[in-house]
């Protein structure tokens, strides 16, 4: 482990505007590495015409790809708000390489399935894919803690206005509930509620369907708070506006939005149906 992060160190700059630490540089890595397999495989994604659940096979490593890359994007972002010292510390350093294990087990096994035309999630068909799945959601959990345990740091030691507050919110309250509307998931077997048609309408790119309930919508909303809630902080403290006011007030909104959505897809009705 300290010949890696020496490795790490002592390698190119990290990105303008960004520390050289070796957990910025973790967190900027797990990004790179995701939107290179995104290109790698958009080849694959435009030409294999097979499909899983009427969509493509390749949508859900695709869409993942892009998540990862705005998720860890986010974490090296808001991670600058902490000392250096605390920021390369060993409890954040511990976590970041726990990421990157998650991320990369998770990667590899949905484009393994992709390429086999199999789903990764929600298959229990055989008992090797059951005890794949169970560690996806291990995975799952570890990708998500790196960003509670940034968010506890940033409370107890980062410093700033608004977008201290809206990180603090967004890495915590988003954290929770994607776990919350996860788990749910992972216990119903299904983020359907209701059983689709053969020729179920989706949302372009997302796959979300428009003929009967999906919790997704509700993951979707819950997970990027991460983002808005930051980026609401920072443009109160940009314009002078009162963000003790604004960015809790966005995170109740938010979340209010992921919980209508999640109940309306518990009732089994699509979050925009096809008309």
Same mark, same amino acid.
């Given at each position: 482990?300290?010949?890696?992060?020496?490795?790490?160190?002592?390698?190119?700059?990290?990105?303008?505007?960004?520390?050289?630490?070796?957990?910025?540089?973790?967190?900027?890595?797990?990004?790179?590495?995701?939107?290179?397999?995104? =290109?790698?495989?958009?080849?694959?994604?435009?030409?294999?015409?097979?499909?899983?659940?009427?969509?493509?096979?390749?949508?859900?490593?695709?869409?993942?790809?892009?998540?990862?890359?705005? %998720?860890?994007?986010?974490?090296?972002?808001?991670?600058?708000? *902490?000392?250096?010292?605390?920021?390369?510390?060993?409890?954040? #350093? =511990?976590?970041?390489?726990?990421?990157?294990?998650?991320? *990369?087990?998770?990667?590899?096994?949905?484009?393994?399935?992709?390429?086999?035309?199999?789903?990764?999630?929600?298959?229990?068909?055989?008992?090797?894919?059951? *005890?794949?799945?169970?560690?996806?959601?291990?995975?799952?959990?570890?990708?998500?803690? =790196?960003?509670?345990?940034?968010?506890?740091?940033?409370?107890?030691?980062?410093?700033?206005?608004?977008?201290?507050?809206?990180?603090?919110?967004?890495?915590?309250?988003?954290?929770?509930?994607?776990?919350?509307?996860?788990?749910?998931?992972?216990?119903?077997?299904?983020?359907?509620?209701?059983?689709?048609?053969?020729?179920?309408?989706? =949302?372009?790119?997302?796959?979300?369907?428009?003929?009967?309930?999906?919790?997704?919508?509700? %993951?979707?909303?819950?997970? %990027?708070?991460?983002?808005?809630?930051?980026?609401?902080?920072?443009?109160?403290?940009?314009? #002078?506006?009162?963000?003790?006011?604004?960015?809790?007030?966005?995170?109740?909104?938010?979340?209010?939005?992921?919980?209508?959505?999640?109940?309306?897809?518990?009732?089994?009705?699509?979050?925009?149906?096809?008309?």
């Amino acid at each position: 482990m300290k010949h890696y992060l020496d490795a790490m160190r002592s390698s190119a700059p990290a990105a303008p505007g960004l520390d050289d630490d070796h957990v910025t540089r973790i967190f900027l890595a797990c990004a790179f590495f995701v939107i290179a397999l995104f =290109v790698v495989t958009t080849p694959a994604w435009l030409m294999d015409s097979r499909t899983i659940d009427g969509v493509s096979v390749w949508l859900k490593p695709q869409k993942f790809n892009l998540s990862l890359a705005v %998720h860890f994007i986010t974490l090296a972002i808001l991670a600058q708000q *902490l000392p250096r010292a605390v920021r390369a510390g060993p409890v954040l #350093s =511990v976590f970041a390489m726990l990421a990157v294990a998650a991320m *990369l087990f998770e990667q590899i096994y949905i484009s393994i399935q992709a390429a086999r035309a199999r789903n990764s999630h929600f298959n229990f068909e055989t008992d090797l894919e059951s *005890l794949l799945y169970a560690l996806m959601g291990l995975g799952a959990l570890l990708l998500v803690a =790196v960003a509670i345990v940034l968010g506890i740091q940033i409370w107890r030691k980062g410093s700033g206005g608004g977008l201290r507050l809206g990180s603090i919110l967004g890495l915590l309250i988003g954290s929770f509930i994607t776990i919350g509307f996860a788990g749910y998931m992972s216990y119903s077997g299904s983020h359907w509620v209701g059983v689709p048609s053969a020729d179920d309408v989706s =949302v372009p790119f997302f796959g979300w369907s428009r003929e009967t309930g999906d919790l997704r919508p509700a %993951h979707f909303v819950a997970l %990027h708070m991460m983002q808005t809630l930051p980026l609401i902080g920072y443009l109160s403290d940009r314009f #002078s506006a009162p963000s003790r006011i604004i960015v809790p007030a966005a995170a109740v909104l938010q979340a209010t939005l992921a919980a209508a959505l999640f109940f309306q897809a518990l009732n089994g009705k699509a979050f925009w149906p096809a008309g």
